[in-house]
């Protein structure tokens, strides 16, 4: 009798043991699996962060604000995408991590194949140039989007000439005003800065144009005369811009800023990146946003 | 003789329960619960040294110090970020670029720790303008 009181209270205590053993394990699986999901995380943002640096953009936040910083032209771009790319998969990716380049169809591809253009979410804005030598500059946003845009600021300074004459710098036409807070209405301050820090400013009272009209154009030339810039701001040919810039052998800096509607905004390429844990199969897939730098106002 | 078998029979049900326990015993010590909670604190101090590092161009400066001075800005750093109870090593590897990729700088700096628990997290960093690429690896322990 005794001896099946203690079995049975053996065997409760064995069971109580096995149970506790079971949470445990469980519990353990989950926190190792947190560790990979943050490694993952840790390793997509690392290598994002890095892409936004190759390509020379400065993405700055101030609370609404939207700041785009760049230089043109620009070399080597796509190249030094491809000796990252190389880079990361020879020295840093460890042998359980996996990194794959993905378009936006999900087709395999190379990180020296991605596509010169960035998107602002949720505006679906886009700021791309032709190409990575960055000899243009596009900005547009939809029709119907554009009210989110309460101004829009372009600096930009010339470090390669001084101006010819800036009191001949003249548009021709002039940009179409039109009456703030209309869809398509977009309220602007331009102002240029050459090599000997003259400064050229767009000086209408109230300045603003219709990204629907006929676009303003202006040709700025430089005493260097194989220097030379020119800049659109409305419709050319059909296709409605914020901002559309050609610089011809010229070196540039460019600050543009757009004050929105809202802080809520995020900007990426179309280009995806997939983090993958080969032991636990799991994996972080997303587009590869760009890194912003986040100021208090 | 009855009796006998009786209790051997009871002998040999206290034998098997008690390697059952020791099994179970066994399997739950090598569980280590307590070193995971341990190994989360050690990955994120070293995780959020690395990305403080990365953010603040700490490690892209060192493409252009001395080794002395890399050392010292790194252990000045590890001393004020990495927690007293910790360790911390970081090993950097400087490479450039030349056809091909020549890695032949290695900086060291902060103290390697004993014990067996330790989390190691890398990060890449470049000045792709320059044809510099690095990696640091940290190291951390607790003491």
């Known amino acids: 009798m005794l001896t099946a009181i203690a079995t049975i209270l053996f065997m409760l205590l064995i069971d109580t043991a096995f149970q506790y053993s079971k949470t445990s394990s469980a519990y353990s699986k989950r926190i190792s699996e947190m560790i990979v999901s943050e490694k993952m995380s840790y390793t997509f943002d690392d290598i994002t962060e890095d892409v936004t640096n190759i390509t020379g953009i400065t993405i700055v936040q101030r609370e609404s604000d939207l700041i785009l910083k760049d230089s043109f032209p620009a070399t080597n771009i796509s190249q030094n995408l491809a000796r990252y790319e190389n880079f990361i998969r020879w020295r840093y990716l460890s042998s359980e991590l996996e990194a794959t380049f993905l378009t936006s169809n999900e087709q395999q591809t190379n990180l020296s194949n991605l596509t010169s253009q960035i998107t602002v979410q949720p505006f679906a804005m886009t700021y791309n140039y032709t190409n990575f030598s960055k000899n243009d500059l596009f900005i547009q946003i939809p029709y119907a989007q554009s009210g989110a845009i309460q101004y829009i600021w372009y600096n930009i300074s010339v470090n390669s000439g001084n101006f010819t004459n800036v009191s001949n710098i003249t548009w021709n036409p002039y940009p179409q005003s039109c009456v703030v807070g209309t869809t398509g209405c977009i309220k602007f301050y331009l102002k240029v800065n050459d090599s000997a820090d003259q400064e050229y400013n767009y000086t209408y009272i109230n300045p603003t144009f219709d990204m629907t009209a006929n676009a303003g154009h202006v040709n700025i030339s430089f005493v260097n005369q194989s220097c030379w810039i020119e800049m659109w701001l409305g419709n050319v040919s059909g296709q409605q811009y914020l901002f559309n810039m050609g610089v011809h052998n010229c070196s540039v800096k460019t600050e543009i800023g757009l004050n929105l509607n809202t802080s809520n905004f995020w900007l990426h390429f179309p280009m995806k990146l997939k983090v993958r844990d080969i032991n636990y199969n799991t994996s972080k897939e997303d587009n590869i946003g760009l890194i912003m730098t986040r100021l208090l106002r | ?143």
């Open chain 2, 1 to 143: 003789m009855r009796r006998g078998v009786v209790f051997t029979l009871d002998a040999l049900v206290a034998v098997v329960i008690a390697i059952l326990a020791l099994a179970v015993i066994t399997q739950l010590l090598s569980l280590r619960t307590g070193e995971w909670y341990k190994e989360i604190a050690l990955y994120n101090s070293a995780q959020d040294f690395l990305t403080s590092r990365d953010k603040d161009s700490t490690l892209v400066t060192i493409f252009n110090q001395t080794d002395p001075d890399a050392t010292a800005t790194l252990n000045n750093l590890i001393s004020v970020q990495i927690p007293p109870s910790m360790f911390a090593r970081i090993n950097i590897t400087v490479c450039k670029y030349q056809g091909s990729y020549d890695c032949s700088r290695f900086i060291t700096a902060g103290q390697a720790g004993t014990t067996d628990t330790k989390s190691v997290t890398r990060r890449v960093f470049t000045n792709t303008n320059n044809s510099y690429y690095g990696i640091a690896t940290m190291e951390v322990w607790y003491k």
